[in-house]
T-cell receptor, first 111, second 113 residues
Framework: KAGVTQTPRYLIKTRGQQVTLSCSPI?????VSWYQQTPGQGLQFLFE???????NKGNFPGRFSGRQFSNSRSEMNVSTLELGDSALYLC??????????FGNGTRLTVT | AQTVTQSQPEMSVQEAETVTLSCTYD???????LFWYKQPPSRQMILVIR??????QNATENRFSVNFQKAAKSFSLKISDSQLGDTAMYFC??????????FGKGTRLHILP
């Protein structure tokens, strides 16, 4: 089985722009969740989607949004980028909502 | 609110030695799940081991085992016969099924040749 695929792997954006990150889960996994990883704050949960519905949300501003499509693929969008949004964004899929299978992440740099 | 604390930011051990990584958590829940994840330099997070709080028996996966002390809210990871490939960042995580997962800040483990 193919693993979780995140695209792109690297991204450089300017303050004020918006960005969309993509995640394709492992086939058969209906739960997809997103995480922000920074040296200062560590790993923080952004949101989780299950069958196209947002099931849980972390403590991030409304500039961070996501969605899940009928094929379980998910996208995450960040609008009005700030320097502090520079981070590694990880996506994970799960067959049972418990064990997470992570992708390689997207490294976002905001200048 | 639940919290997860990993008190060792960084550790180094010689290859083939045994090492224990500490994790404590705080919760008022009775049913939950605990995990250890490994993030090697390639940056892909990998599940190492998982423990259900209702199970008293400590989970084991080959060279990896946990010491789960529910009353003390402690969940340490023991790596036996450590190998160079065990060099990574290790994250302890807590999950209440109806809530979001919470990660500790991580322990950077170096296995020295």
């Amino acid at each position: 089985k193919a693993g979780v695929t995140q695209t792109p792997r690297y991204l450089i954006k300017t303050r004020g722009q918006q960005v969309t990150l993509s995640c394709s889960p492992i086939s058969g996994h209906r739960s997809v969740s997103w995480y922000q990883q920074t040296p200062g704050q560590g790993l923080q949960f952004l949101f989780e989607y299950f069958s196209e519905t947002q099931r849980n949300k972390g403590n991030f501003p409304g500039r961070f949004s996501g969605r899940q499509f009928s094929n379980s693929r998910s996208e995450m969008n960040v609008s009005t980028l700030e320097l502090g949004d520079s981070a590694l964004y990880l996506c994970a899929s799960s067959p049972d909502g418990l064990a997470l299978h992570f992708g390689n992440g997207t490294r976002l740099t905001v200048t | 609110a639940q919290t997860v604390t990993q008190s060792q930011p960084e550790m180094s051990v010689q290859e083939a030695e045994t090492v224990t990584l500490s994790c404590t958590y705080d919760t008022s829940e009775n049913n939950y799940y605990l995990f250890w994840y490994k993030q090697p330099p390639s940056r892909q997070m990998i599940l190492v081991i998982r423990q259900e709080a209702y199970k008293q028996q400590n989970a084991t996966e080959n060279r990896f085992s946990v010491n789960f002390q529910k009353a003390a809210k402690s969940f340490s990871l023991k790596i036996s016969d450590s190998q160079l490939g065990d060099t990574a960042m290790y994250f302890c995580a807590f999950l209440n099924r109806d809530d979001k997962i919470i990660f500790g800040k991580g322990t950077r483990l170096h296995i020295l040749p």
